[in-house]
Structure formats: structure tokens, C-alpha cells
């Protein structure tokens, strides 16, 4: 047996020990102090207490999954529902927050995760500082201290009374020590997965849950759209439209003018000749808005590129992309570079900024850094929101490292096949 | 002139002949897609080719690829792109052989037919003819970058105008200034920005536009 094996082992089982002590002390305690909480609800107490309770529950089942991730790699899913933005504070709070918790299914797989914990849990848990204890008291027993505790102690299913039977018990420590040398980092593992079967929520609830964010981001999606052809409207109607009604007006004036006054006709045909100019660039402008010329002939790599010469800052784009993405993702990427790029430009004061953009394993990943101060935050109102909700449509994420001082580096990764 | 012409909206492939046949070009071929260009090109050898940039049936920018193509094919092929938005990206694409001949406009620039025309003539002689709007792309992120070098005002307009592809004359004529005064500026700004000085034309100002291109 290998050094690194043993030490696992050994690890493995102080994190047993811990783990078994968590459950029997914590678990314990916090399955009769919510039960006696919850019971005392109907006469009042309880729903004040609940609430602290509960908390504390949940904390320790949070300390348990960060555990879990932490020691055996195992993701458990956090499924409680927030609470909602306005809940009213005082005693009108915490009934309300009281019956909130209630009602939410999590609270329940808690309550029985508890009770899976101080049972199956903390014998899986025990199991591995016990194999090993067990074994090094059954090859004592041989060293002599079977001498000590005196006839007919039984060490598992031998009577030791003398030296022989005491050799069997050692060897039986031996075999004890090996199993748990081997099972020790799978019984820790073991019990991470009696906590996520209690804990993590059932696929009915997984379902809801992938249920509400999709209804979420379709409206977000229709507001979108809805808010954008509106735009769209406006732009044509105060712009290009205005001004082929002011070009046609200023063709009748020339019509009657052209005999009577050609210098005043003359002039006027330069106005209509700007006009059909100016709402030729505002239409431009629209459509680069709507759907950028490049990303039409190029794709998003191209566009990009081309984004980044418009830039004020000098920039470094580098783009590994086998083949045009679908349209709507191509769309939605390249104006999510486009708010990240317009955010750098504004408010970083950054001298250069790098854009990288690749697929890999299934993934469309972008990554947009910029040298400046830093302190980019998602918050209300910052432009990486609008960016996160409209690649949340395609279930992209977005991610803001932005330490003050800097570099800032944006992420962005959405789910997309080659076309 | 023999004028070969790629350009997939009826009006406006309309239009254009008869603008350029009221000019006094010869349009030996108006085509409307890319595989017909493409064929044009293997066929027939007109003294400018005039193509827009989105051409069907892939609508992408497969009029640009054919010209890109065709100068391969037969360096300095003079070729003028029209475009309805313009990119640097494809005008560097454009450039970057430096065999010149090329022309990279906006389609509103038919709005003005004497300075398109002009265009047209200075491409197929061999010369340059970049939109403004390219040239000033060029310089807007040029200066926030780094300052150009000291120079005036007055030098600034000329680098402009001869960053677009003008001679000395059409700048002189369009700035109200002799010849000679434009000769003093242009050697000036190439003082300052310490560009190798050359009697052609085209190659001066393919110097400039990477000039201004560099360190991005």
C-alpha cells in the first residue's frame, strides 16, 4: 500500500469522526429544537421561533454541501426559494416569513434529512474512524491487553481468553485495518450521497424549478422584443420616415419653383438631396442596430472584429470559430459583446482590452478584459443586467470578475452547436 | 472604358448604367449574383469592375470574395466595392495586396455623380478611392490613441482628403487653395509622420492609410 492511500485513509477517517460528531450533535439537536418549534406554532411561540430555527437548519445543511463539494466532490443542488424583495418587517414579517418557510418543499427535505443524518448518515460516517480503531484495539488485544480486561471479552465474534484467541483478534484487526484503509474515502463519500438523496430535490422539483426560470426568461424575451420594435417605430417614424415626407414636400416646392425662381429650386433641391442622405445614414444606423451588416456576411468572428475597430481603446480580438453559429445565438453573442465593449469604453478608463471568443465542448465562450480600474458590478441598471437576462434566453451565463484596481475580465458562455 | 457591373437591387443596377453610360462608359456586363460575376470575371476583361458587397443567393458578402478572388487571379484588377454600411475590416482586406486599383464606397456616394465618376476613373487608372467615412474611422481612433504628430488643422483635412485617394488638384480644387500649396502640405505631413516620400501618387497614399492602420 502506497503512502498517498494510507494518508487518505487516515484523512478520510478524521473526516468520519467529524462528520459522525456533526451528525449526531447537530443533526440531533436541531431535529428536536424544529419540532419542538414547529408544534409550538398553534399557541404562537413557534412562529417566532420557527423562523431562527430553521435558519440555523439551513445553515447546516449549507455547511454540508460546501463539506460535501469540499471533501467528495459531490454537488448537492440548493433549492430554497428566496424571499420575495418586499417582506414586511416586525411581527407581520416573521409570521409571514414563518409560513414562507413552511410551505417551501425544502424546508421539508431538511427536516428529513435530519433524521436520515443521525441515523444512516452517522453510521456510514462512524464506519471509518471505526474500522480502524477497531482493528488497532484488536492488534492490542494481542500485545497484551487482553491480559487486562480479563476473561471472556469478546472481540467481535471471538471470545478471548488466551494467548491464541488474542492472535486471532489481532488478526481479525489486521483484516479490519486493510478494509478500512481501502473503504475509508468511499464510506465518507457514501454518506455525502445519503445528504443528497434526503437534500437535493426530486426531479418533479427540478423540473419546476428549470419551469419557472424558462417562464421567466420567455417574458423577459417578449418584453425584449416588444420594447425593441417599439424603438424600431420610433426611430422610423421620428427619422427616415419624417424626412422622405419633408424630401417629397421639398420636390413639390421645386416643381412649381423650377420656372419661376431656378435659384430658389436649385437651392432646394440640395436640401432634398441632404435629407435622402441624412435618412439613408439614420437608416443605417437603425439596422446596424437591428442586425449588424457584418454579422449577416461574416458571421460572429468578423463582426466582432469589426466591432473592435470601431473602438476608441486599441483592442485585441481573437476569435477561434470552425463555421457560422445558429442566427439568434450569433445575434445575441454579438450584442452582449457589443453592451460589454460600450461598458469597458465608458466607464473603465482602460487602455487596452482583449476579446476572446471559441467554442469548445458544446460551448459558445467569450471573454472580454480590460486593463482598467475595475469595480464592474451586475447590478440594476449597470448594462451587464439587460446582457445577462437576454443571454439567459438561450440559458448563457454571464460572469464579472472586477477586483478595484483591476483587470476586468466579463465571461460570457452559451450552449450553441455549429449551424 | 469597359465597365463591368455586379449589383443584385433593379433600381439601382439601372440606375448606375445609365449614369455611367451618360459618362461615356461602355458597361460590357450588369450582373446580379455571384456566380454570374465570378464567370464574368473568367470571361471578360473589363478595365473596372464595380461590385456591391452582398450579392444572392448567399446574401453575404460574396461580391467582395469574387473581387477578392478575381485581383487574385490578375493583380491590380481594378475593382470599386459599393456597400450600403463600410467596414475597415474590409477595407483592409481591400489594401492589403498594395497593388492599388482599389476602390471601397459607400452606395450614397452615387448621389453625388461628378465626385463618383471621379471615383470610378482614379480606380480604374490604378489609384485608391476610400469612402470619408473609412478614412475618418481611421483617424477619430487614430488620435484617441496617440496624437498625429503635430499636425495643423489645415494638414489634417489634407491627410483626409488624401487618405480618401484625391490628387493634389482635387484637393486643391476642393479645399480653394493652388496646387503648390497642397505640395507644401502633403511634404509636410510626410516630415511629420515620417513616411518615405514618393513622386506616386498611389503609393503615397497607400503609405498613409497604413499609417494610420498600424498599432491596432
Redesign the interface.
Known sequence: MDRTKARGSLIAAARGLALALLALVGSITLFVLSVVSIALIPIGVGVFTTPFVLGFVRAHAQQRRQLARAWAGVEIATPYRPFPADVRRGVVGQVERCSLLLKDPATWRDLRWLLTDMTAGAVTAILAPGLLLEGVFGVLLFAGLWTVLGDGWWYAFIPVGGWGSAFLASLLGCVWITVGMFANPYLVRAHFKVAEASLAPAREAALGARIDQLTESRHAAVDDSAAELRRIERDLHDGAQARLVAMGMDLGTIEALVEKDPAKAKELLRQA?QN??DA??EL?DL??GIHP??L???GLG?AV??LA???????DVDVTLHGRLGEPVESAAYFAVSEVLTNAVKHSGAERIWVDVHHADGHLRIAVTDNGKGGARISAGSGLTGVERRLGTFDGVLAVSSPAGGPTMVTMEIPCAYS | MRVLLAEDLFLLRDGLVRMLEAYDFEVIAAVESGPELTKAFAELTPDVAICDVRLPPSHTDEGLQCALAARRARPGLPVLILSQHVEQLYARELLADGNGGVGYLLKDRVFDAEQFIDAVRRVAAGGTAMDPQVIQQLLSRRQADRPLGGLTPRELEVLELMAQGRSNAAIASQLVVTERAIAKHTSNIFAKLGLPVSDDDNRRVLAVIAYLDQGR
Open positions: 438631396r435622402s442622405a439613408l445614414t443605417r439596422v446596424r451588416p457584418v449577416a456576411e461574416r468578423d472584429k469589426a475597430l470601431r473602438l476608441p481603446i486599441p483592442s
